[in-house]
């Protein structure tokens, strides 16, 4: 069982000292939840977990323990953001150990939540199925009605580049079939797009859950906070909600791996992978590129090719 | 005074209030999403979420206060403040935490030495209907902070949902100024009893084990505990805790200007900020999470009670349901209760 | 609708929207008091620090305008922002208020490039001022290093005014920059020194030619100064390294914890204690502050 590996895995990374810190995942205090766990003693082992609510990026805490060598449990999204960071050199190869669980892609617990009457005190996987009981209900869902959405087109669920694997590789899909909402999306027309985005950003409160949560927002300082020049002001004003969200989507360009943590930290539950899956969808298009998949390939923003397309520049 | 609406007289109750009042009541910004807005219409009103997003201190002290105007022109300055308010208020369907949260900021924001004119004018202008809970959740610790699900502290009108009604109890001068309305009736007894019904059974699923006894005293022997260093590991400073606490008041100030005119305005802040505290010259006396953690908790159970003698939470249960890693705060209480060690 | 204000030069300050039985009619303390700038000068040889005297538009706000050395205002540049500045003009200098500007950010920046004759607000008087009534009957020794003399310009000049000079007994003063070109208030110092009502020991960590005066580092020239601490009262202002060093040499001399006070700074924004930034523990520097004792200080977590 792929929790017993984990466990087993950490286990003999700590007692060799191969690392001095395992961030994994343990048991919630809420129903439907995992949560990041920190250990650095072996008799501790025991308390990692790994099931379908293991669904932050861990990658986004090596900023912060930046100065410890790390064993780190990644799906396949979090190694890509690795990948990713490697490249920019946020850390060096040999400060981490990544230990790599191939995903069966995350369950979005709003959904669910959403798919019964009543507070769900309870709810525990079952082969296919999550198991979900309330004060006078007991429901089982299949799982795979359930996912995130940015798990439901992800293309790289086997971690790339881990230090070890535990368990077997998965089936993968190709980035442009995997991608129905986004296709569906660019059917419209850009008044009803614009539409779509006006009505998703209102809902934002600045609360920056998103950058926090995603590993690639790491500036000292961020563009919002900028006092000069004063990109936007800090209120509520639409247009600078539209323009926060629009420029940090940019500033993801070949780095975002599709992780879905932004969306999931935010509150007000607004669609943010849309954006992202779309830019990624066009970094694939006009570059080839995808992001966290080479360790080798430098990214499209960063470098320059005599063969990329120019016809944009008129 | 107990008083009855009808269900299928709500939103004809609602117009009537909004023939005098702007009314301000959770309204549902997508399906699970619900924050509290000024209304146009009786049927925008949503009271099926057990808490909106944000809290019910947004109608007092909004998120985005315009403080004063200003224009130039010449050497002379035109400076308008905005501080007035141009209708009395209500706002329906308060939950009890949020409203007990209220009177936690009251102190704050109508202290001894100053007044802050915006706030107090909105608190001063403002009706609070509050709701009782019935289906409190299990996230909801209200009863260990000093409140209740049915708790009336802080409420002119109280609602009790009895299904087919609303049971009304007028509990202060603002809520007999409703005695009137056309569509309150009087309560019958069948009425008052299925409320105290409903009432115990809410009480009964409270669970009261999040203990803050001493904690204040516990946290003045932790101040350079390790404790903090750990407690911090999983929280990656995304601030929604501290954009969903109804008791958080921290705001910032600033200018927005156009060439010769503009507005000072003040918006919501989080200690939680990196940049919070971060000084012209560069130095950051909280530089890390670890200080800017400590800051919130020893803010909200021991700093906030040494100043008001009370703590500032209500247990309303929000930092916990809508934390991206699960920081659970009664874990993080019962942690301090047992001196700091895991 | 109420104005203030008159002719027209005048900031005028006006309430918006009708009254209601509900509103407080309370004064709005975020409203800033329209002032302008009657001289400027650059005080220091590195052009970073600007000495600005304002002077109040409205007769009504500087008869209500009662302050005590040590308390600051929120200065307000209307588009760019407002920072707090001690005040350095002392109360018994009637009329204009001085401050001292160090160029460090956009308000700050912005203070400096303004010309005499514009247009400013200030906020306050704010803070808690030094406890001269704790001082009375006693010595005082004010250490000052750099551009931290300010609000000690105002305590040093209130206290030799005829009217207060014999409420303390002996006031001895270091002061000390880093270059003789940094001094602050050069025209002041040159006139205390001739005085025989207090010692003065102006010092320099680095003299140029023309420097005559004394070099040395202000905790050593406060241990050569070695005033007594019987009945005599510190108050310390200056760069956190200068502190560091000069403190131990205060607890050689036998200060206790209770006679030594400072003036902190933190990041500040409303000044009067509700928008939570400046808190060191429970106390907010701009409303329990920033003049604390370092007895307080010593009760309170190290977040400054």
Redesign the interface.
């Known amino acids: 069982m792929i929790q017993e590996k984990i466990r087993q895995k950490a286990k003999e990374l700590l007692e060799n000292k191969t690392v001095d810190l395992i961030i994994g995942f343990g048991e919630g205090t809420l129903p439907l939840r995992a949560t990041p766990l920190f250990i650095r003693n072996p008799e501790e082992v025991d308390r990692l977990i790994w099931n379908s609510f293991c669904e932050n990026n861990l990658a986004t805490y090596l900023h912060k323990f930046s100065q410890f060598k790390v064993g780190l449990v990644v799906k396949g999204c979090d190694a890509r953001s690795i990948i990713a960071l490697s490249l920019e050199k946020r850390f060096k190869p040999d400060q981490l150990f990544l230990i790599g669980v191939p995903c069966q892609r995350m369950v979005d617990r709003r959904r669910v939540k959403k798919a019964v009457k009543g507070e769900i005190l309870r709810a525990r996987e079952q082969g296919d199925q999550i198991i979900v009981e309330g004060e006078d209900f007991k429901t089982a869902l299949k799982r795979d009605d359930y996912l995130y959405p940015s798990c439901q087109v992800c293309t790289h669920r086997t971690p790339i580049k881990a230090n070890v694997v535990i368990g077997d590789p998965v089936e993968e899909r190709s980035l442009i079939e995997a991608h129905p909402e986004i296709k569906e999306f660019e059917k419209k027309s850009p008044e009803e797009r614009w539409k779509y985005f006006e009505k998703e950003s209102s809902r934002c409160i600045r609360c920056y859950a998103c950058r926090e949560a995603c590993p690639m927002c790491y500036c000292a300082e961020c563009f919002v906070d900028s006092p000069n020049p004063k990109w936007i002001e800090k209120g509520l004003s639409p247009s600078d909600i539209e323009f926060y969200h629009i420029v940090r989507a940019y500033h993801q360009t070949g780095r975002c791996s599709g992780c879905g943590a932004c969306e999931r930290a935010c509150p007000m539950e607004i669609r943010l992978t849309y954006l992202t899956q779309k830019l990624n969808l066009d970094v694939k298009e006009l570059f080839d590129f995808e992001t966290g998949i080479d360790a080798d390939a430098l990214p499209p923003l960063s470098t320059y090719e005599t063969e990329d397309k120019q016809e944009f520049i008129k | 005074m107990k008083l009855k609406l009808d269900k299928k007289d709500f939103n004809p109750f609602l117009q009537s209030l909004m023939d005098e009042y702007d009314l301000f009541a959770p309204v549902q910004l997508a399906e699970g999403v619900s924050v509290y807005k000024k209304i146009d219409r009786p049927d925008e009103v949503d009271l099926s979420t057990s808490n909106p997003q944000k809290p019910a201190k947004e109608v007092f002290f909004p998120q985005s206060e315009i403080m004063f105007r200003y224009e130039k022109t010449g050497k002379q300055h035109q400076v308008t403040s905005t501080e007035g308010v141009e209708r009395k208020r209500v706002i329906l369907g308060a939950r009890p935490c949020d409203i007990h949260a209220v009177s936690l900021i009251d102190h704050v924001f109508s202290g001894k030495e100053y007044t802050d004119v915006y706030y107090a004018n909105k608190r001063n202008a403002t009706t609070i209907i509050g709701i009782a809970c019935d289906h409190p959740l299990s996230t909801c610790f209200c009863t260990s902070m000093n409140g209740g699900p049915f708790s009336r502290e802080g409420s002119d009108l109280f609602l009790v949902d009895l299904g087919e009604a609303y049971l009304v109890e007028l509990l202060t001068e603002k809520g007999m100024a409703f005695s009137q309305n056309k569509f309150l009736k009087k309560a019958e007894s069948n009425d008052l009893n299925l409320g105290r019904e409903i009432e115990e059974k809410a009480s009964k699923k409270m669970d009261a084990s999040v203990p803050v006894e001493g904690i204040e005293k516990r946290l003045d022997q932790m101040v350079e505990s390790p404790f903090w260093e750990k407690v911090q590991e999983k929280c990656i400073g995304c601030r929604v805790c501290t954009y969903l606490c109804p008791t958080c008041h921290c705001f910032d100030i600033v200018d927005e200007a156009l060439t010769n005119k503009g507005q000072r305005v003040r918006n919501w802040d989080s200690c939680l900020s990196s940049l919070y505290s971060l000084e012209t010259s560069g130095h950051n006396p909280r530089s890390t999470n670890r200080e800017r953690t400590r800051q919130r908790i020893m803010h909200k159970f021991n700093y906030f009670p040494k100043n008001f003698d009370r703590i500032a939470c209500v247990g309303c249960g929000r930092c916990i349901l809508y934390c991206p890693a699960n920081f659970d705060i009664r874990q993080t209480i019962k942690e301090i209760q047992k001196g700091g060690d895991k | 609708m109420i104005g203030v204000g008159d002719g027209?030069?005048?900031?005028?300050?006006?309430?918006?929207?009708?009254?209601?039985e509900?509103?407080?009619n309370?004064?709005?303390?975020?409203?800033?008091i329209?002032m302008v700038v009657k001289k400027a000068h650059v005080e220091t040889a590195d052009r970073m620090l600007r000495t600005l005297e304002l002077g109040f538009l409205n007769e009504e706000d500087s008869k209500a305008f009662q302050f005590i050395p040590g308390q600051f205002c929120e200065l307000s540049i209307?588009?760019?922002?407002?920072a707090p500045f001690g005040i350095a003009s002392s109360p018994t200098e009637n009329g204009s208020l001085k401050f001292t500007i160090n160029k460090?950010?956009?308000v700050?920046t912005a203070l400096h490039h303004i010309e005499e004759?514009t247009?400013v607000g200030i906020r306050g008087p704010l803070g808690n001022g030094y406890p001269i009534d704790l001082f009375q009957g006693k010595n005082v020794l004010v250490i000052g290093g750099g551009f931290a003399f300010t609000t000690l310009r105002s305590l040093i000049a209130f206290f030799l005014h005829p009217e207060n000079r014999n409420k303390v007994k002996d006031i001895t003063v270091i002061y000390g920059a880093r270059m003789p070109g940094l001094l602050l208030y050069k025209e002041e110092l040159a006139e205390w020194e001739k005085r025989s009502d207090i010692k003065l020991v102006v010092t320099v960590d680095q003299g140029d030619k023309d420097w005559k005066g004394k070099v040395g580092l202000v905790p050593n020239v406060l241990e050569e100064v070695a005033p007594s601490s019987e009945n005599t009262y510190a108050v310390i202002c200056g760069p956190?390294i200068m502190i560091k060093f000069t403190f131990p040499k205060l607890m050689t001399l036998r200060f206790p914890n209770e006679r030594i006070y400072t003036s902190l700074?933190?990041?500040m924004?409303?000044g009067?204690?509700?928008?939570?930034?400046c808190?060191i523990?429970?106390l907010y520097v701009c409303?329990d502050g920033p003049v604390f004792s370092y007895a307080q200080l010593e009760k309170l977590?190290k977040?400054?």
Request: some cysteine; overall charge positive; aromatic content about 8%.
């Open positions: 027209e030069t005048a900031t005028r300050i006006t309430i918006m929207s009708h009254y209601h509900f509103m407080l309370m004064k709005n303390p975020y409203l800033p329209p209307l588009g760019k922002g407002e460090a950010g956009t700050t004759g247009e956190p700074e933190k990041r924004k409303c009067i204690g509700k928008c939570g930034r808190n523990g429970h409303k977590p977040d400054y």
